[in-house]
């Protein structure tokens, strides 16, 4: 099974626009996991719910790949950047 890289951008009000970057291998169970449904999810981002996914890639060959990709997401900054900078990612991959 291979990795999806993911953005993740809140919806609450107070927080409209705020971003979560992460890896996993199944990426319903993770949104799940952040926006409360089920059990999990990381810490940062239970006072931002609700969040919907904005952007994500699939089929990364590994998980080093994938947390590679994630660092370089991380280090644009908003949300407009991060999504942008995620789409030109998906152009390298293919």
């Known amino acids: 099974m291979s990795w999806i890289v993911y953005l993740l951008v809140s919806r609450s ?10 890896i996993t ?5 993770r949104f799940n996991q952040h926006n409360g449904i089920i059990t999990g999810g990381a810490k940062c981002t239970r006072a931002k719910r609700p969040y919907a996914i904005a952007n994500y890639i699939e089929n990364v060959a590994n ?6 990709m994630e660092f370089l997401i991380k280090a644009q ?5 991060r999504f942008r900078y995620m789409e030109e ?3 390298i991959e293919k």
């Open 25 to 29: 291998k199944d990426l319903n169970r």
């Open 63 to 68: 998980r080093s790949i994938a947390s590679q």
């Open 13 to 22: 009000i107070d927080f409209y626009n705020h971003t979560y970057v992460g």
């Open 77 to 81: 900054k908003g949300y407009e950047n």
């Open 89 to 91: 990612l998906k152009k």
